[in-house]
């Protein structure tokens, strides 16, 4: 059975850092891009990042995390990392990873068909 | 302010149809394939439609997606109280490479 579990979401002052991480299990996580997305409390969804299959080379992120979070996975652990550094307010909310439906996807693939349950990050002083 | 643009609330009563409408520009809907999420209150979303009109396993036929040049269509049908959630259109802008979400659509069922 697949499954994905973020954990480590923690309430964390401005400016300070944090690593999500993401636990999976029932699929081999290398062979899979696999994404961040965040929504903050009652808005909408909104893509983080996304780390493609394999070697992890290939990485992009949303402009309003760029320079700030890092994507990296460790396929050994089958699990997947978010370092978040600056943090501000902005960076509120819940944290989900997710798996685009097929393996050995394009970046374009956005069809995420399974998800972590969440992890609430709260940045505030 | 959402690169995906899609109506902020629909309502509609037991067993009639609805479309949700996603519209967006040549860079994503236009460029790359569409997917169609549900969230539930409280839960995170779910796939119901993904490469423009196909439905994962598990999803009724009840649930319909259909893209035309830079928009695109979640169709259900047969509204049931269980289809009230909030209804996300997401894909990949090619010029920003990052995805990209619409802004949701709260769907009520009266």
Known sequence: EVQLVESGGVVVQPGGSLRLSCAVSGFTSYNYNMHWVRQHPGKGLEWVSLIAWGSSTYTYYADSVKGRFTISRDNSENSLYLQMNSLTTEDTGFYYCARVIRPYASSSDGSFDYWGPGNLVTVSS | ?110
Do not use: H
């Open chain 2, 1 to 110: 302010q959402s690169v995906l643009t899609q109506p902020p609330s629909m309502s509609a009563a037991p067993g009639q149809k609805v479309t949700i409408s996603c519209s967006g520009s040549n860079s994503n809907i236009g460029k790359n394939y569409i997917s169609w999420f549900q969230q539930l209150p409280g839960t995170a979303p779910k796939l119901l439609i993904y490469d423009n009109d196909k439905r994962p396993s598990g999803i009724p036929d009840r649930f319909s997606g259909s893209k035309s040049g830079t928009s695109a269509t979640l169709g259900i049908t047969g509204l049931q109280t269980g289809d009230e959630a909030d209804y996300y259109c997401g894909t990949w802008d090619s010029s920003l490479n990052a995805g990209v979400f619409g802004g949701g659509t709260k769907l009520t069922v009266l």
